[in-house]
């Protein structure tokens, strides 16, 4: 699709794409990242949170939206994930202070992380737990700070009301809960599997 290729990959980003296949784990479309780094860039953000580092897809798009001294928090429960990520985040040239991998599960390190302190919240894995992970970044977020849910679409399932599955019944009530929510201004944009933005009044 034209959209998706716009912005084109560099070799970093596409290395960084063939570990995540060689490891099993996802990542956004290139159309998604380009979406990231003009959002971080818009934000002017400089404090974001990553849940689901994967091998660092996302994480590099979004470092390339963000002012010099942004800092990216990535949150990744498989340590040899995080490792893939940081030697793309070397082969990128990012300066060590500007990410801070915390391995473990998001739902015990997100609560450990300051109210209002950040300007961006990217989630990007565990579908099951998108209800809690959004409630979580809404917390985090200043005021004018944007909420990111990737895969909102869930494969096209979430606009077909016959599929009652459970992953796409949650991800189909995290969208609604978010439509619904006087906290935010949200949006769904139909780029990559979806990618639901509500931004923090």
């Given at each position: 699709m034209y959209c998706e290729d716009f912005v084109p990959e560099d070799d970093v980003l596409l290395r960084?794409?063939?570990?995540?296949?060689?490891?099993?784990?996802?990542?956004?479309?290139?159309?998604?990242?380009?979406?990231?780094?003009?959002?971080?860039a818009g934000l002017?953000?400089?404090?974001?949170?990553?849940?689901?580092?994967?091998?660092?897809?996302?994480s590099l798009w979004l470092l390339r939206g963000m002012p010099e001294d942004g800092?990216?928090?990535?949150?990744?429960?498989?340590?040899?994930?995080?490792?893939?990520?940081k030697r793309a985040f070397a082969e990128?040239?990012?300066?060590?202070?500007?990410?801070?991998?915390?391995?473990?599960?998001?739902?015990?390190?997100?609560?450990r992380l300051t109210d209002g302190a950040y300007d961006l919240v990217l989630v990007g894995t565990d579908k099951p737990s998108y209800p809690d992970y959004a409630e979580q970044g809404l917390r985090l977020l200043r005021p004018g700070g944007m909420l990111v849910v990737d895969?909102?679409?869930?494969?096209?399932?979430?606009?077909?009301?016959?599929?009652?599955?459970e992953v796409t019944t949650?991800?189909?009530?995290?969208?609604?809960?978010?439509?619904?929510?006087?906290r935010v201004v949200p949006a769904l944009l139909p780029v990559g599997d979806g990618l639901l933005v509500a931004v923090r009044r």
């Amino acid at each position: 699709m034209y959209c998706e290729d716009f912005v084109p990959e560099d070799d970093v980003l596409l290395r960084a794409r063939e570990r995540a296949a060689e490891l099993g784990c996802s990542a956004v479309s290139s159309g998604v990242g380009a979406t990231l780094a003009a959002l971080a860039a818009g934000l002017g953000a400089r404090s974001v949170v990553e849940v689901g580092t994967g091998a660092g897809v996302a994480s590099l798009w979004l470092l390339r939206g963000m002012p010099e001294d942004g800092v990216l928090t990535t949150i990744d429960l498989e340590v040899e994930h995080q490792r893939a990520a940081k030697r793309a985040f070397a082969e990128a040239g990012v300066r060590s202070t500007r990410t801070r991998t915390i391995p473990g599960r998001a739902s015990d390190v997100l609560p450990r992380l300051t109210d209002g302190a950040y300007d961006l919240v990217l989630v990007g894995t565990d579908k099951p737990s998108y209800p809690d992970y959004a409630e979580q970044g809404l917390r985090l977020l200043r005021p004018g700070g944007m909420l990111v849910v990737d895969g909102a679409l869930a494969d096209d399932r979430v606009a077909d009301p016959a599929r009652r599955d459970e992953v796409t019944t949650i991800v189909r009530e995290v969208g609604r809960r978010l439509r619904d929510d006087e906290r935010v201004v949200p949006a769904l944009l139909p780029v990559g599997d979806g990618l639901l933005v509500a931004v923090r009044r």
